[in-house]
């Protein structure tokens, strides 16, 4: 079979992204197949999440965690911590309950790479998946004796950071009676929700899971609309918790709202959709900023902070997000190509300080 041009079309991938490396990795007696990539080590050793999904293709798994890994390596930098940016996906069904060998199979591929890569739970994976990963690699976070679930504190970042969003657009932090539209009500929509709900906000939320739609309904009195309709509510504020890319060309043509800022990854489909929420005047918080009280909350593990300590820095999202808007609004830029610039100062700085993580 000719590989070659599979192998050109990974590498172009890997240097129009500036990825330092791509492991993949395959256990097919136990129906295990996962990427792992490693972005950029200059701030530290790369950390992302485990996403478990069911891919239509392994390009789009492979695209998925590039997109994800760079994501990661710009979160960190804008949060503060002294740490690079991977991601890992595993390919395949997320609902299966037969889960440890292939959490084990994941956790050798992790040790592999030696301490370069430290990976936690993320979209489809759990506290107790991460434990399976553990009895591989010490390089895992998350898990049942360290900080566990990170989906508190990255909604109380996600929250902070709406809050700056309503400052900036309002002239009030405040989020009593703003109508807050929230896609996706796993565990961050839900304790978002929450958050939401104790400063007074009306809610109106949608997910693919009926479960989830009755517990929020249920202990917030939120409205529930279906899946394709949460983009056309005229609303203050939309929240996507979901996945990614819901800001494109098709939602644009809804969307009414004088802001966007949510926990999802990637939330722009393209870049100049960016540019478009930017030219119509709506708030964008970029989503590697706002969300990232998660990365914050296992690298407090790393380094044994108290839960008190990871929250009270995920709070500073709130900080981090009105310096970003000044340099958008002084510079005449769209906030996520702001957020960027700041990301990519910090680690060409520290480029000088030391040399990568090895």
């Given at each position: 079979?000719?590989?070659?041009p599979?192998r050109?079309?990974?590498?172009?991938?890997?240097?129009t992204?500036?990825?330092?490396?791509?492991?993949?990795?395959s256990e097919?007696?136990?129906?295990?197949r996962?990427?792992?990539?490693?972005?950029?080590?200059?701030?530290?050793?790369?950390?992302?999440?485990?996403?478990?999904?069911?891919?239509?293709?392994?390009?789009?798994?492979?695209?998925?965690?590039?997109?994800?890994?760079?994501?990661?390596?710009?979160?960190?930098?804008?949060?503060?911590?002294?740490?690079?940016?991977?991601?890992?996906?595993?390919?395949?069904?997320?609902?299966?309950?037969?889960?440890?060998?292939?959490?084990?199979a994941?956790?050798?591929?992790?040790?592999?790479?030696g301490?370069?890569?430290?990976?936690?739970?993320?979209?489809g994976?759990?506290?107790?998946?991460?434990?399976?990963?553990?009895?591989?690699?010490?390089?895992?976070?998350?898990?049942?004796?360290?900080?566990?679930?990170?989906?508190?504190?990255?909604?109380?970042?996600?929250?902070?950071?709406?809050?700056?969003?309503?400052?900036?657009?309002?002239?009030?932090?405040?989020?009593?009676?703003r109508?807050?539209?929230?896609?996706?009500?796993g565990?961050?929509?839900?304790?978002?929700?929450?958050?939401?709900?104790?400063?007074?906000?009306?809610?109106?939320?949608?997910?693919?899971?009926?479960?989830?739609?009755?517990?929020?309904?249920?202990?917030?009195?939120?409205?529930?609309?279906?899946?394709?309709?949460?983009?056309?509510?005229?609303?203050?504020?939309?929240?996507?918790?979901?996945?990614?890319?819901?800001?494109?060309d098709?939602?644009?043509?809804?969307?009414?709202?004088?802001?966007?800022?949510?926990?999802?990854?990637?939330?722009?489909?393209?870049?100049?959709?960016?540019?478009?929420?930017?030219?119509?005047?709506v708030l964008?918080?970029?989503?590697?900023?706002?969300?990232?009280?998660?990365?914050?909350?296992?690298?407090?593990?790393?380094?044994?902070?108290?839960?008190d300590?990871s929250?009270?820095?995920?709070?500073?999202?709130y900080?981090?997000?009105?310096?970003?808007?000044?340099?958008?609004?002084?510079?005449?830029?769209?906030?996520?190509?702001?957020?960027?610039?700041?990301?990519?100062?910090?680690?060409?700085?520290?480029r000088?300080?030391?040399?990568?993580?090895?």
């Open positions: 079979m000719n590989m070659e599979m050109m079309k990974v590498f172009e991938h890997l240097a992204h500036g990825h330092e490396q791509i492991v993949f990795w097919p007696e136990i129906g295990y996962g990427i792992i990539a490693i972005h950029d080590t200059t701030m530290g050793p790369a950390l992302g999440g485990t996403r478990f999904w069911n891919y239509s293709s392994d390009e789009e798994a492979f695209v998925d965690v590039l997109r994800l890994s760079q994501g990661m390596t710009y979160k960190a930098a804008i949060a503060g911590v002294n740490l690079g940016g991977g991601k890992s996906v595993i390919i395949g069904d997320n609902r299966t309950r037969d889960r440890e060998m292939i959490f084990r994941h956790g050798r591929a992790v040790e592999s790479l301490g370069r890569y430290i990976t936690a739970e993320d979209v994976t759990s506290v107790d998946d991460m434990d399976y990963v553990r009895m591989e690699t010490d390089s895992v976070v998350g898990l049942h004796e360290g900080s566990g679930d990170p989906s508190p504190v990255t909604a109380f970042g996600t929250y902070q950071g709406i809050r700056a969003c309503a400052e900036r657009r309002y002239g009030d932090a405040s989020l009593a009676g109508h807050v539209t929230v896609q996706g009500l565990n961050v929509g839900y304790h978002l929700c929450a958050f939401l709900h104790e400063e007074g906000a009306r809610l109106t939320v949608t997910d693919i899971d009926q479960d989830r739609i009755a517990r929020v309904r249920d202990d917030f009195g939120a409205h529930v609309v279906a899946p394709d309709e949460i983009y056309a509510i005229d609303a203050d504020i939309f929240a996507p918790c979901a996945l990614g890319s819901v800001v494109n098709d939602t644009l043509k809804v969307l009414k709202v004088d802001i966007v800022a949510g926990a999802a990854n990637n939330q722009l489909a393209r870049p100049r959709h960016g540019e478009i929420l930017h030219e119509r005047g964008y918080a970029p989503d590697y900023v706002i969300n990232a009280g998660g990365l914050i909350n296992v690298y407090g593990e790393l380094h044994s902070w108290s839960p300590r929250k009270r820095k995920a709070g500073e999202i900080n981090t997000l009105h310096r970003i808007f000044e340099l958008a609004e002084r510079d005449g830029l769209p906030t996520a190509q702001a957020a960027d610039r700041v990301a990519e100062q910090r680690i060409q700085r520290t000088y300080l030391h040399r990568s993580y090895v």
